[in-house]
């Protein structure tokens, strides 16, 4: 009987700890965009979870699109459970139920008690978005490039007289397309207004015209640093975090055009299907916590979509890794957002296949 005894309460306690194990030992897969950027998700927020939790993240990369989250959701067989995707596809995914929904009231409250809706500087476009952080395309040239005055606006990007020089310019319309118009002087609140019409697109051709026999193309992030640097271009478009972490990281004489600046959105999804749903969730939630958001700009200067994770940067500084100032490098700002576009991904999903198409073709020329 006593033997019985022990081996009904032995193997009690073999599956409670097989359980308690299987629970702890979750892992989860989250995947992105490779470089400084998945790397300051996982120092950020990756660490934090993982020693908060037990649980384990496997992160991997991809090259974007929705591709590889509808075939696994088709299949039914999800293999990853988080995936960061640009703004388009936050929409595309949702309304075509590859995401799971999040209702707003799961999400983590900021110190005051602020909600995730009040606190965001743009609103969810869907309940599948978790926030994750604002990036931009922008101007920059390097110091010592030009004598006397200094390009400071977008307008200067295009001023092939005042500033002479050949242009760096990426092979895809976004940015560009509302970068000619305020260029060209368009309000800000007019840009998309007038971009709805055929004579505004001619417009901003019009515009990209002017630098068109001065541009050299770039389809790399990294191109355009190098083009700079060597001197090929006098100025160019880049992404605000490679001309952040080349000055913060490296000390490199590079000048920001804030001026003009096109935000983008990114966001976080959970793929249905998860095989982890619980903890997928969970890590969201964590992932999009106002001090997760401010923990990245430690380590690259993307902005947090919200409010209170700029807050926390601002009364932090120095906030960067290297214990230098960044709040003077994030593209959402207070200081800056009055001349930057907030990029409206719903206008480019419904018109950026004939606008690519023109472009191509204007590339050509």
Not at 17 to 23: D, E, I, K, N, Q
Not at 37 to 58: C, H, L, M, R, V
Not at 84 to 112: K, N, Y
Request: glycine share 10%; hydrophobic share 45%; charged share 20%.
């Amino acid at each position: 009987m006593k033997t019985s005894i022990k081996l009904t309460l032995a193997a009690g306690a073999i599956a409670l700890t097989a359980g308690m194990s299987g629970s702890a030992l979750a892992d989860i897969v989250v995947t992105s965009w490779g470089g400084g950027y998945t790397a300051s998700q996982q120092k950020a927020y990756g660490a934090s979870w993982e020693a908060k939790t037990g649980n384990k993240i496997n992160w991997e990369n991809y090259n974007g699109g929705l591709g590889e989250v509808r075939a696994m959701v088709e299949a039914g067989n999800a293999t990853w459970d988080i995936v960061d995707v640009l703004p388009d596809q936050i929409r595309t995914g949702c309304d075509e139920g590859l995401f799971v929904e999040i209702p707003a009231d799961r999400f983590i409250l900021d110190s005051m008690g602020t909600s995730l809706d009040d606190d965001l500087m743009v609103p969810r476009p869907n309940d599948c978005a978790i926030p994750q952080i604002f990036w931009s395309y922008m101007a920059f040239y390097k110091t010592g490039t030009f004598s006397g005055e200094q390009p400071d606006s977008i307008a200067d990007f295009f001023d092939m007289d005042k500033f002479p020089g050949k242009r760096g310019i990426h092979t895809w319309a976004n940015a560009l397309i509302e970068m000619a118009l305020y260029a060209d002087g368009v309000a800000i609140a007019d840009i998309y207004d007038v971009m709805d019409t055929p004579e505004g697109i001619d417009r901003a051709f019009a515009k990209l015209d002017v630098i068109k026999n001065d541009v050299v193309f770039w389809s790399s992030g990294a191109k355009p640093l190098e083009l700079v640097t060597s001197g090929e271009v006098t100025m160019s478009l880049a992404y605000n975090g490679r001309i952040g972490a080349a000055i913060l990281s490296e000390g490199a004489p590079f000048v920001p055009i804030w001026d003009g600046q096109v935000l983008e959105e990114e966001w976080l999804a959970v793929i249905k299907g998860s095989k982890n749903m619980d903890e997928a969730i969970d890590f969201a939630m964590h992932a999009s916590a106002p001090e997760q958001q401010a923990g990245q700009a430690k380590w690259i200067n993307y902005g947090p979509m919200r409010k209170s994770g700029l807050a926390i940067i601002a009364a932090n500084e120095p906030w960067y890794n290297t214990g230098v100032n960044i709040m003077e490098h994030m593209p959402n700002r207070e200081e800056v957002m009055g001349d930057s576009i907030f990029a409206q991904p719903d206008w480019w999903a419904d018109n950026g296949s004939e606008i690519s198409e023109r472009f191509t073709a204007w590339m050509a020329q």
